[in-house]
């Protein structure tokens, strides 16, 4: 099948800089979107940014100006770029794929296991 491991989240100051990675590896055919959402202590998952094969984004209102999103089709790889990290910002980051699988040759749904972004005051 298909797995998303993601990397790159750590414990930062407010106005700091971290990147997230998103890698997919498996049995694939293609990736259609790719996204990171994030979800707070007792906060339902929300979506922080999206980006399509072809390079459109899509940015929630509170990461817009601050957050960068995008990828490499030859890696299968989606990077999440996040300056100017605010306290609010903590949160676990999970990395979404819409994945065409090879065999059978299906559109699934995947998500990585979460990397945690905690920003200090």
């Known amino acids: 099948q298909v797995q998303l491991v993601e990397s790159g989240g750590g414990l930062v100051q407010a106005g700091g800089s971290l990147r997230l990675s998103c890698a997919a590896s498996?049995?694939?055919?293609?990736?259609?979107?790719m996204g990171w959402y994030s979800q707070a202590p007792g906060k339902q998952r929300e979506l922080v940014a999206t980006i399509t094969q072809d390079g459109v984004t899509n940015y929630a209102d509170s990461v817009k100006g601050r957050f960068s999103i995008s990828r490499d089709n030859s890696k299968n790889t989606v990077y999440l770029q996040m300056n100017s990290l605010k306290p609010e910002d903590t949160a676990v980051y999970y990395c979404?794929?819409?994945?065409?699988?090879?065999?059978?040759?299906?559109?699934?749904?995947?998500w990585g296991q979460g990397t945690q972004v905690t920003v200090s005051s």
């Open positions: 979404n794929a819409h994945v065409w699988v090879r065999s059978p040759y299906s559109l699934r749904h995947y």
């Open positions: 498996g049995s694939i055919s293609s990736i259609n979107a």
